[in-house]
């Protein structure tokens, strides 16, 4: 029973939050990944991509909410994503076509789109900030909790309670699903294949036909899917607020890093990397020894290996033990 | 640019010119920072508020009065731990000498290093407890040396290039854009370190009412000689009024906003003595062999190594050089705000808008450095006035349109980001170089 106990804590305060923000990082490593693996180069402006994209989706849910249109049990932002997927492809197809296309024409080093990255970066929370305010906004509806942590408990007889937020199993799922379609169309269809090609050797892949252009449009269109809908979840996981979702850019481009840039599934496992560390030793394990050991080395302190003040340090510092030991990330980089 | 700041100066007010003034020279200084990294060798460092934050740091442990019962209460297990981690990274030193490459060794780092941690904080943990409960609402802290501020420039430089030491060890053999992102975060660990650290630094609760290098603005109202000064500078607006007392009530009103354009008056000096100072080192050394080599560095690495420069030690060296100047800049901001803000530390404030600086300005050009610190800085301050006098503008034309106004008067303040980045990609798109490029190709 004790063992049990500290079993379900530890799902409910490290296993499920982790997993859940894990889903969130991926997603925008996956976004960070390919546009560096196919336009090569460091995108400085993932996180505020993110929050135009999930601006636009509250936009469209409130406008939604307004008519009275509404998913039951499930929140209206579900109903949202579709439309402000096609606005943030729009608006970064809009970018690409005056910011970054002549420097991509014009076989500019890297660093130099990634300065240009970085404008496009001020722009973009501009208009974040302009149209919807630097404020925090939550547009979460429907039905918060699938368990209540009381009702676990009643149900199990158990002294600790599992809450399962309704968010947190929409965001893992959503990511599942999202994720493998991404697999399945880089490894098995003609263009995902053209893609990693491109991806691999850009002068090979012109001679064999593949039409540069193209490749370029459908990879924001996947950047512009993953950054709406990795923005919204985080967003309804959490809280939309444009700061944030500017510095969530960091433990992003960690997981990209460390997992590999370039390595989808490098980033994709990367992101529960960082969440995974990150919370795991930022956790106060107090309770969970006390319910393991016997009562008489219960442990007097919390247990805690860092403060939860340097969680977001935890995930550099283990970007940085990659970077010295293998410079190419977990899952060797570059080969989409 | 001088003149647009003249201007500020007359259509707004002096106080308001010379803080600009003063940010344009603390903001040259950074600028000048990056520009050396980046103009002379090439390197990104996207860790500028890092060093920046460093440099404040030293201000505070300079000039702070030490706080001895804090010392009494923990600072003996403080020295301990300091020892702890000294004796840390000798044991590491000495096992990553002693023992061939293989993952033993690896391991066996691992577990020195948390096992290291973890002894650390068991036996800092009371004592770290004890200092921070000494007064928190004053002090709570250490406290620094005493020492005036000045000293705090110099020190804050060492503190910058020992950091850069350690991060240019690590990173300094990435690629360029994996080097930009591995100094970013490596900074970001620095802030949450001084932010958290509460022992040390105060944390979030900051430091405030620093020493000053120049005088207080009261002591000055009293004194004599700057009454007759401000008296003797505005004789003329003074003759006018004819009673007594308005007189005296109008010379008054003179003495305080005189006070406070004398003290930024005396900052300007100090700083414009560093940013002039660092123009002919850099300027110097730029023209030197010791330049024509960084450049040729810059150029064509392989070619500059076959010739028999060690390109790794040279990178090395002009990233401390660069972040030490950094650090400068930082305890320059720290000194002329007298207080040390750990959470203002954004990357977008000192990182990037340094960036954006030293683009526009011209990469390998200090001038252009210099002269970018002023635009970018004037722009990014005064852009917001300027969008709310353009709202006012129309407001006054429009009629009932009150909820549009007051939309755009509460979003006018982030027009600023967007002339950033339209300027930064104008810049790069049209003007590659910047405003003043590089002129010494030829050399």
């Known amino acids: 029973m004790e063992f049990l106990n500290a079993i379900i804590l530890l799902l409910n305060y490290i296993f499920m939050p982790a997993l859940t923000y894990g889903s969130q990082l991926a997603l925008g490593a996956i976004f960070v990944t390919l546009i560096y693996g196919i336009l090569r180069f460091a995108n400085f402006a993932t996180g505020d991509m993110m929050a135009f994209g999930t601006m636009v989706t509250i936009l469209f849910t409130w406008y939604f909410q307004s008519l009275g249109i509404s998913l039951g049990v499930l929140p209206t932002a579900l109903l949202a994503i579709p439309f402000a997927i096609v606005l943030t492809i729009g608006y970064m197809l809009l970018i690409d076509k005056f910011v970054f296309r002549y420097y991509r024409v014009s076989k500019s080093p890297p660093v130099q789109l990634a300065m240009v990255s970085i404008g496009v970066m001020f722009v973009t929370q501009a208009v974040v900030r302009i149209i919807i305010g630097p404020s925090d906004q939550r547009f979460f509806d429907g039905e918060k909790f699938i368990i209540k942590a009381g009702e676990f408990k009643e149900m199990t ?85 444009p700061f944030t979702y500017f510095n969530n850019m960091l433990p992003i481009f960690a997981a990209a890093i460390v997992g590999g840039i370039g390595n989808p599934f490098g980033a994709f496992l990367g992101g529960y990397v960082i969440a995974f560390s990150e919370i795991f030793l930022t956790y106060a394990y107090k309770k969970f020894f006390m319910y393991v050991l016997p009562a008489s080395m219960e442990p007097e302190t919390l247990v805690q290996l860092l403060s939860t003040d340097y969680k977001f340090a935890v995930s550099f510092s283990i970007l940085v033990i990659v970077l010295l030991y293998r410079p190419n990330g977990i899952f060797k980089g570059k080969v989409l | 640019m001088l003149g647009l700041i003249i201007l500020v100066g007359i259509f707004q007010s002096w106080n308001v010119a010379l803080s600009i003034f003063n940010m344009c020279l603390i903001s040259a200084v950074m600028t000048m920072g990056a520009n050396i990294q980046w103009g002379y060798a090439g390197l990104i460092n996207f860790g500028l508020m890092g060093y920046a934050a460093l440099g404040g740091l030293a201000a505070v442990l300079i000039s702070v009065e030490p706080v001895q019962e804090a010392w009494v209460a923990g600072g003996f297990s403080i020295l301990m731990s300091l020892w702890l981690i000294v004796a840390m990274v000798l044991a590491i030193r000495f096992v990553l000498k002693n023992f061939e490459k293989s993952k033993i060794r690896t391991y066996g780092i691992a577990t020195i290093i948390i096992a290291g941690i973890i002894i650390i904080r068991v036996t800092s943990e009371t004592s770290i407890e004890a200092i921070e409960n000494v007064n928190p609402a004053t002090t709570g802290f250490l406290g620094g040396l005493g020492l005036p501020i000045m000293f705090s420039w110099i020190v804050g430089a060492f503190f910058a290039a020992g950091l850069a030491f350690i991060v240019g060890k690590v990173a300094l053999g990435l690629r360029a854009d994996y080097l930009a992102i591995a100094t970013l975060l490596i900074s970001e660990i620095v802030i949450a370190i001084i932010k958290h650290e509460d022992w040390l630094t105060r944390g979030v609760k900051n430091v405030i009412g620093l020493d000053r290098p120049v005088p207080y603005e009261i002591e000055l109202q009293t004194k004599e000689w700057f009454i007759n000064l401000v008296a003797k500078f505005n004789s003329g607006k003074l003759d006018l009024i004819s009673s007594i007392t308005d007189k005296q009530s109008a010379l008054n009103q003179l003495v305080i906003e005189g006070s406070s354009v004398f003290v930024k008056l005396c900052y300007s000096g100090l700083f414009l003595i560093v940013v002039i100072a660092l123009l002919i080192v850099t300027q110097k050394a730029l023209y030197s062999p010791w330049g024509r080599m960084m450049r040729a560095i810059r150029d064509n690495e392989e070619a500059a190594n076959a010739m028999g420069k060690n390109v790794v030690k040279q990178h090395l060296l002009i990233f401390i050089l660069g972040s030490a100047i950094v650090g400068i800049a930082g305890a320059m901001l720290v000194t002329q705000d007298g207080l040390f803000t750990p959470g203002s530390y954004q990357p977008m404030r000192y990182t990037f808008l340094i960036w954006v600086m030293v683009i526009v300005g011209g990469s390998g050009n200090n001038l252009g450095a210099v002269l970018g610190a002023f635009i970018i800085w004037f722009m990014w301050v005064q852009s917001s006035p300027m969008g709310l006098w353009v709202v006012e503008m129309i407001s006054n034309n429009v009629q009932d349109s009150n909820t549009w106004v007051e939309f755009l008067e509460d979003r006018v303040f982030y027009l600023r980001l967007i002339f950033m980045g339209t300027i930064l990609l104008v810049i790069m798109r049209f003007y590659p170089s910047g405003i003043l490029p590089e002129k010494n190709k030829e050399l």
């Open chain 1, 157 to 241: 007889g158990l002294n600790e309670g599992l809450a399962i937020k309704s968010s947190q199993v929409l965001t893992i799922f959503v990511t599942i699903v999202l994720v493998s379609i991404l697999f399945w169309f880089l490894n098995k269809t003609k263009t995902g294949k053209s893609m990693r090609a491109y991806s691999d050797n850009e002068d090979l892949a012109l001679l064999s036909g593949i039409d540069p252009k193209r490749v370029v449009m459908i990879t924001w269109i996947i950047a512009g899917i993953l950054a709406t809908i990795g923005g919204a979840l985080y967003g309804l996981d959490k809280s939309f607020k």
